[in-house]
């Protein structure tokens, strides 16, 4: 299958520990994107790359939150010093610049912050 | 600041059923404008994608209409199936935003009863 994986599926960690997450796009895709999303909200747009370049973040990704995209291929979210309110679906999505702006969504990490 | 609202946030229609799900948007200034499927613990699959000068997208059952200058979407199921449920969800790219930056409504939770 070439979708969008993510791994782990479900992370249940400690208050204040570190977590990363990985995405592995679909293979030709150049655009990479990160969500959250909440119990009954939609999912906020938390970070954008284009190749291995991050050209956008949101005010939601505090200091604590870091991503990277070495090489252009797959990305990582890691967050340091978890709290619960992290708790949330970190869902990935990859598109193909000029390639009809539709974006391809992973299953998601589930993160449980005790 | 742009917001999504999606109305009902809960149906519930007989199998074979036609329904119509609605989503408003408070700034005008689109870029463009998808409906996504969210089935429950997964990602999200791309539906519909209409551009802003766009007035109707069409796939199969599924017709998705926009009306930018009064800031509303319709999604309509023809013929409606217990398979269609899931959580339907719209999400606008502003208008000078980032193809990756949707702002997305909290979604509507169909249940199509066989």
């Known amino acids: 299958d070439t979708g969008v994986s993510q791994d782990p599926r479900h992370k249940i960690t400690k208050r204040g520990q570190n977590v990363t997450f990985r995405c592995d796009p679909i293979s030709e895709h150049n655009r990479l994107y990160w969500y959250r999303q909440t119990l009954g909200q939609g999912p906020e747009f938390l970070t954008y790359?284009?190749?291995?370049?991050?050209?956008?973040k949101s005010r939601l990704l505090s200091d604590r939150f870091s991503a990277e995209r070495p090489k252009g291929s797959f990305s990582t979210l890691e967050i340091q010093r978890t709290e619960q309110g992290d708790s949330a679906m970190y869902l990935c999505?990859?598109?193909?610049?000029?390639?009809?702006?539709?974006?391809?969504f992973g299953s998601g990490t589930q993160l449980s912050v005790l | 600041k742009q917001e999504v609202t999606q109305i009902p946030a809960a149906l519930s229609v007989p199998e074979g059923e036609n329904l119509v799900l609605n989503c408003s948007f408070t700034?005008?200034?689109?870029?463009?404008l998808q409906w996504f499927r969210q089935d429950p613990g997964k990602g999200l699959t791309s539906l519909l994608l209409?551009?802003?000068?766009?007035r109707e997208q069409t796939s199969g059952r599924l017709n998705a209409s926009l009306d930018k200058s009064s800031g509303r979407s319709t999604l309509y199921i023809a013929a409606s199936q217990p398979g269609d449920s899931a959580t339907y969800l719209c999400a606008v790219r502003p208008q000078g935003g980032s193809q990756g930056n949707l702002i997305f409504g909290k979604g509507t939770k169909l249940s199509v009863k066989p």
């Open positions: 700034d005008s200034a689109i870029y463009n």
């Open positions: 999505a990859s598109s193909l610049a000029g390639g009809g702006e539709k974006l391809f």
């Open positions: 790359f284009q190749n291995e370049a991050q050209l956008e």
């Open positions: 209409i551009q802003s000068s766009q």
